[in-house]
């Protein structure tokens, strides 16, 4: 299959898509919420209960973000029949990895009450792994929620040459996302809502441009309704 245009195709094709990517910024707002409020400051809990919540939450998002990217002509049904097959393994790759994340957290929470010089080089090498598990998981979602007959270690291995071949994509999201949370932290709350929906967007056309251009995956045509 040839690179798509990672422009949309229509506008009639766009109009359904744009509720459905500020309902999906919503639902992960009220998924932090809920993390928030059931293991409440930065822990190795909360690090595994948001692994599992907030990529659950956010398959809608990226099943609507790989269409935007692809140019799938999927309806409104095979989208939410896409997305609701999506949850158990969203919250899957994210639960994994967010083990590494918790494992640093907890790292840094014995070297910060016992400042013994010995637990603080396992906490920055604990660190480095979170971060590299969340970015290798940000790439591996939107391969994920496009490809369902992709094994996960056939995943994991596409996604770690992506982001060593091509970290930008990645890294611009991340950005995108830290912008988005300042911008409502010094102005306003309300805009919360709005920033999963581009990031995740941004993020699925970055990885499958990305993706594509390397040749390290090949897209079969998707039925047009389910």
């Given at each position: ?206 990885v499958w441009t ?10 079969e045509p998707a039925?047009?309704?389910?």
């Open positions: 299959m040839s690179r798509p245009d990672l422009l949309p195709g229509t506008a009639r094709r766009v109009v359904w898509r744009l509720p459905a990517v500020l309902l999906g910024g919503l639902g992960v707002c009220v998924a932090t919420v809920l993390v928030v409020v059931v293991a409440p400051g930065p822990g190795p809990i909360a690090a595994l209960l948001a692994g599992v919540v907030l990529p659950a939450a956010a398959a809608p998002l990226f099943v609507v973000g790989n269409q935007l990217a692809l140019d799938d002509e999927l309806t409104a049904r095979a989208t939410a029949q896409a997305a609701w097959r999506f949850v158990p393994r969203a919250a899957r790759l994210g639960g994994l990895a967010s083990v590494p994340v918790a494992v640093a957290l907890v790292a840094w929470q014995v070297w910060d009450r016992t400042g013994a010089v010995i637990w603080l080089l396992p906490a920055a090498v604990s660190a480095g792994v979170a971060l590299l598990a969340v970015l290798l998981c940000l790439v591996l979602l939107p391969l994920a929620a496009q490809l369902d007959d992709l094994a996960d270690r056939r995943a994991f291995w596409i996604a770690v040459e992506l982001l060593a071949r091509r970290p930008l994509p990645c890294l611009g999201s991340a950005v995108l996302a830290a912008a988005g949370v300042w911008l409502a932290t010094a102005w306003s709350a309300s805009v919360l809502p709005l920033v999963p929906g581009p990031v995740v967007v941004v993020l699925c056309a970055g990305a993706a594509l251009d390397l040749g390290v995956v090949r897209l039925p047009t309704d389910g």
